[in-house]
Nanobody
Framework: QVQLVESGGGLVQAGGSLRLSCAAS????????MAWFRQAPGKEREFVAG????????FTADSVKGRFTISRDNAKNTVYLQMNSLKPEDTAVYYC????????????????WGQGTQVTVSS
């Protein structure tokens, strides 16, 4: 069973940048579609960005388009989320997820989940 561990979260001022990492163990990610979701208190978990198994296909939600970039390094068994121009509304717990097939926008489509990493953006 694949285990995912996120890291890189923290407190940053608006306009700043963070890079989140998702490291896998217990398996390889090369055959998995990967995605980042986020969840703010009192809100549903929402799709942020996804990337296909080969890295050829990516998709980012409108709320983060142009600011966030998802990438992967299959040799390192790691997925990244580069977050630039952060806004207070980006504050949430960010989760890494893995699944099969094409990129999906719903959390139920993913089989593997990390524990989450907190991102807090101050004004």
């Amino acid at each position: 069973q694949v285990q995912l561990v996120e890291s890189g979260g923290g407190l940053v001022q608006a306009g700043g940048s963070l890079r989140l990492s998702c490291a896998a163990s217990g398996g390889t990610l090369s055959r998995h579609t990967m995605a980042w979701f986020r969840q703010a208190p009192g809100k549903e978990r929402e799709f942020v960005a996804g990337i296909g198994s080969s890295g050829l296909s990516t998709f980012t939600a409108d709320s983060v388009k142009g600011r966030f970039t998802i990438s992967r390094d299959n040799a390192k068994n790691t997925v990244y989320l580069q977050m630039n121009s952060l806004k207070p509304e980006d504050t949430a717990v960010y989760y890494c997820a893995g699944g099969s097939g094409p990129i999906h926008f719903t959390s139920r489509s993913y089989d593997y989940w990390g524990q989450g990493t907190q991102v807090t953006v101050s004004s």
